[in-house]
């Protein structure tokens, strides 16, 4: 059983900047790939950002040089760096791993942009 706790959500200005973080029950580089997603109010959970086990990255168009997805091995944690932050953006982040052909989920992080 993987667990996973995500933290660094907050209220923000347009333009601003947070880093949410995804905090792993054990290594993460035993999880074939790694993800951000986020889910507004009244719309689809999406994915905003992965990282595969290679290290290779991918973004939504929506968030591309703004967002960065990183990972520390020493901290077993999975970052989402949010920069230029927009109203759109917000919404209930969700880190997501899968392993094994199982996929497991956190329990959320509200992300506010608003003035």
């Known amino acids: 059983q993987v667990q996973l706790v995500e933290s660094g959500g907050g209220l923000v200005q347009p333009g601003g900047s947070l880093r949410l973080s995804c905090a792993a029950s054990?290594?993460?580089?035993?999880?074939?790939?790694m993800g951000w997603y986020r889910q507004a109010p009244g719309k689809q959970r999406e994915l905003v950002a992965g990282?595969?086990?290679?290290?290779?990255?991918s973004y939504a168009d929506s968030v591309k040089g703004r967002f960065t997805i990183s990972r520390s091995r020493a901290k077993n944690t999975v970052y989402l760096q949010m920069n230029s932050l927009k109203p759109e953006d917000t919404a209930v982040y969700y880190c997501?791993?899968?392993?094994?052909?199982?996929?497991?989920w956190g329990q959320g992080t509200q992300v506010t942009v608003s003035s």
């Open positions: 997501n791993v899968e392993q094994d052909g199982n996929s497991y």
């Open positions: 990282i595969i086990s290679d290290g290779s990255r």
């Open positions: 054990g290594s993460i580089f035993r999880f074939n790939a």
